[in-house]
């Protein structure tokens, strides 16, 4: 039987109308700005979350280092929260590239309080760090992929108090589907926003980075600076482009699959913190005592799941699990240890 991969949405892989649509791609020199696949990409992105100006990158690490080195200065901070991949899952990136700190606030249900923000501000005039930056997550896949109410951004925003904010949206589109607040209007709220389209859109590799005109032209300088340039990227651009016309409304099945498994691992341990009201996206997450214990138990029943932090498991669903699946996942949950 197919083993049932629940460890990332980025396992996912390009669908047949990807594979055609990389066959056919035009392309060209994305250094010299001449790839045309690359730019209709950019160009589509930008239109998406409402900002002037797109770029296609090799990562979403990428994309959030890039926001970094352009809207932070070496010895500031920056605001965000303590779970948040651009500090925890990022190998230690920020210090390294952009010589930032975090400032580390609560980030419990996946959203900051903005009266964090205004302390970590306030706490410059106190000897500490200025901060420079703020950044968000949205959704927020610690908290089992939390969508941001729009009007706590709002807040977050009006707290920010002109500083820069940046929305690490590496999965925007499943807050999208989820709340019914835009990718648009999420973005208003940020300079700069980026998103994954090697997740749960399943296009094979990317990342875009989207904000005004004058950070994107910068953030190419950048991108270059780190290697991160691509030449003939349309190839992989041309699934993209897919992604987002193809792959957006659909989340909404894995999040009714994730709701799904959230149920069967609070039937099985209902005090682990696994509360399925709280699952809106594709992520669930618990606490488990022994978790290669658990992790040995499903990989012999044919399920991968993995952790995200000691004694803290993690289902993910995607394209490639369907309610049969879940059912079987579901049962192998039932009988863990
Ligand atoms: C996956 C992810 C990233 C990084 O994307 P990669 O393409 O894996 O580098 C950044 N932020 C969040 C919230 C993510 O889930």
Sequence with gaps: MAVIDLRSDTVTRPTAEM???MADAEVGDDVYGEDPTVNA???AYAERVGKEAALFVPSGTMANQLALRLLTAPGTAVVTGRRQHIVLYENGAGGRNSGVQFTT???DDGTLDPADITAAIDAAAHHQPRPS??????????ADGAPWPLDRLRAVKHAAAGLPIHLDGARLFNAEVATGTSAADYAAQATTVM???SKGLCAPVGSVLAGP??????AREERQRLGGGMRQAGVIAAAGLVALRTMVERLADDHRRARRLAEAVVD??????????????????WRHAHTERALDHFAAEGVLAGTIAPGVLRFVTHHDIDDDAVE?????VAAAP
């Excluded at 005109?213 to 910068?218: E, K, L, N």
């Excluded at 079987?328 to 192998?332: D, F």
């Design 19 to 21: 594979r055609r649509a």
């Design 41 to 43: 990409l950019e160009a």
């Design 105 to 107: 606030v609560a980030d």
């Design 133 to 142: 930056l703020v950044c968000v997550e949205n959704t927020h896949m610690p």
């Design 195 to 197: 998103s994954c389209l």
């Design 213 to 218: 005109a004058d950070v994107m032209a910068a």
């Design 268 to 285: 099985r341990w209902p005090d682990a913190g696994c509360d399925p009201a709280r699952v809106r996206t594709n992520v669930v997450t």
């Design 328 to 332: 079987r996942a579901c049962k192998v």
